[in-house]
């Protein structure tokens, strides 16, 4: 009897001890399973969080960038300085965007229509992070994302009323470029502004080349109620069109030069 009750003690034992490496076992797998899937997925995860971080700081500080320089768009200040946060990104003064604007005007002198034709660069004040690009462009600021679609991240400054329109023109001239992590300012310093006013107009045609061209015929459509004629994607171009006849409308452009320095 004795010997019975030995062996089965040592049986019990055993099993305890083979059950206790089992659990062991099984822990182990379960935390090798957790350290994979944080590997495979929770560091991906971290990652998209500091970019999608970074993307909504340099959206906050265009919004910042783009109501200072306004300012010296439209003459308030004569200079104006804004700090940039970069993180593995590039700020630039880049692009040649443009704007074409033809209008119908009455000559009242001949009792005739003429074509009158307004004629600017723009560029861009842009930060590129990866495949992101944020730009600040003629007193608008502007995201867009892998996808290529551009979402408005500031509004441009048009101003439109029953017998009035009036468009910016803002012309960023300069080369400077700056790249890597750490704070740059951009220097914004205004030049001479100019006032072209256009009276009796029947038709508008706004013509918009730049890399934010969608969003552009998004905001000339739903802000400016005008008809979009066609989107040229191989240029990036947007064509838009409006008719203020038999009630004719006076179309003021506000053209401002600045020289803007990334530092």
Not at 237 to 252: E, G, L
């Amino acid at each position: 009897m004795g010997y019975m009750e030995s062996s089965l003690n040592d049986l019990k034992y055993s099993e305890e001890a083979v059950s206790e490496v089992v659990d062991f076992s099984i822990t182990m797998g379960i935390m090798l399973l957790a350290i994979a899937i944080i590997g495979t997925a929770g560091f991906p995860l971290v990652e998209y969080m500091q970019e999608a971080q970074h993307t909504e700081n340099i959206k906050q500080s265009f919004t910042v960038l783009t109501s200072n320089i306004n300012k010296v768009a439209f003459g308030s200040s004569p200079s104006q300085s804004v700090e940039i946060k970069l993180h593995e990104s590039t700020t630039a003064v880049t692009g040649t965007s443009s704007i074409i604007v033809d209008m119908r005007v009455w000559n009242s002198s001949t009792g005739t229509v003429d074509t009158e034709s307004f004629d600017r660069q723009l560029r861009v004040i842009e930060n590129r992070y990866q495949e992101r690009s944020i730009g600040y462009e003629n007193t608008g600021a502007w995201a867009k994302y892998e996808r290529e679609k551009v979402v408005m991240v500031s509004k441009p400054n048009f101003a439109v009323s029953a017998n009035l329109l009036m468009i910016p023109a803002v012309m960023v001239s300069g080369s400077s470029s700056v790249s890597g992590t750490g704070l740059v300012r951009v220097v914004c310093d205004g030049g001479v502004p100019s006032v072209h006013r256009y009276q009796n107009v029947s038709m508008v045609n706004i013509t918009i080349g730049s890399e934010y061209y969608d969003g552009w015929g998004r905001f000339l459509n739903e802000t400016l109620g005008m008809r979009i004629t066609s989107y040229d994607t191989a240029n990036n171009t947007v064509f838009a069109s409006k008719q203020y006849s038999p009630d004719n409308i006076d179309v003021v452009i506000v053209y401002s030069p600045m020289r803007v320095t990334i530092q």
